[in-house]
C-alpha cells in the first residue's frame, strides 16, 4: 500500500518509482522467459539494428503486443502480484482495468512524447519493468515531472523542438536512473524520451485504465470508448481464453469492465494469445 507522500508524488510529478519491488528471483524468472518469448516471436530473425529517421531517433524497436501469453507461468503473475496491482489499486482506484501487456526490445533511443491523452480528471498508465541496470547513458527513461497538466504538456509540445537546445538537455529533465526489480509507474500523459543510442534495452509494460460510466462522467466514459475501439482495432483482442480462465478474483476484477464493454476478449487474435 502506497504512503500519501508517494501518491502525492504521483499526482503531482506524474510518475513514482517503487525501487525493488520485485526480487532478484523474480527478476530472473522474468527475464529468462522474457528471452525466450521475443525470440520465439522473431521467429528465428535478429534483434532489431539501430535505424535512424531524419530527426535522428530510432525508428525500429521488437514490441509484442499483447505478451504476457508467450509463458504465462512467468508472466501472469506479475497481474496477480499484490506489489504492483496493490499500487494500480492506489493510483487509479480499485475498479481499474487492465488494457495490454508489452514486450519490447529498444533498437536505439526515443523522441521527446506522450502516450494516451485523457481528458481531465481521468487517465491511462503504465508499469514498467526495466529488465537490465540503465543509467542516463544507457537510455534509462528521462521524463519532464509535471507534464501531465494540461497546460505545461501542450506548452511542451508547442515548444520542446525550439528551445535551442539538445533534446539531452532539456530543462527539467529528470532521469529515472533503475536497477532490475524496480518498477516505474506512469501517466501516459507525461512527457518522456530514451536519449540513448544504446541498442538492447529491454523492458515489460503493463498498461491500465481508470474506470467510468456514462453516469458517472459522460465526456470520460466516451473517451474511454473510443480509447478501447482504437486500442482494439491497433492490437487486436486484449485477453486470452487463457487468462480468463486462469484468474483469480482479483485479476477477474481487472478484466471484467473491459469485456462488459464489448472488448477484451472480442477482436482479432494477434501473436500466441489463446495458449491452453
Known sequence: MLTEEQKNHFQALGFLVCKQLLSAGEMK?????????????????????????A???SVKRQQVVPFFDYDPEAFYPLLDHEKIIGVFEDL??????????????HAGGSRWHHDAVAPEGFFT??????????????????????????????????????LGVRPE??????????????????????FHAALSEKAGRRAIHINCSQNTTPERNAAHFNWLIGFLEGETRGWGRFYSDHLIATAGPRRKKMLARAIELGFGNTGKVSHRQDLR
Request: charged share 25%.
Open 29 to 53: 524468472t522474468i527475464s529468462d522467459a522474457f528471452g525466450r518469448a521475443m525470440r520465439e516471436a522473431r521467429g528465428g530473425a535478429p534483434e532489431p539494428e539501430l535505424e535512424r529517421n
Open 55 to 57: 530527426q535522428g531517433y
Open 169 to 190: 538537455e532539456a530543462p527539467g529533465r529528470y532521469s529515472l536512473c533503475n536497477q532490475p526489480g524496480d518498477v516505474l509507474f506512469m501517466n501516459h500523459k507525461l
Open 92 to 105: 487509479m482506484g480499485e475498479d481499474f482495468m487492465l488494457t495490454l501487456s508489452e514486450g519490447i526490445i
Open 125 to 162: 498508465m503504465r508499469a514498467a519493468l526495466y529488465l537490465d541496470p540503465l543509467g542516463p547513458d544507457d537510455g534509462c527513461l528521462s521524463v519532464i515531472p509535471g507534464s501531465h497538466f494540461t497546460e505545461f504538456r501542450e506548452a511542451l509540445k508547442k515548444t520542446v523542438g525550439q
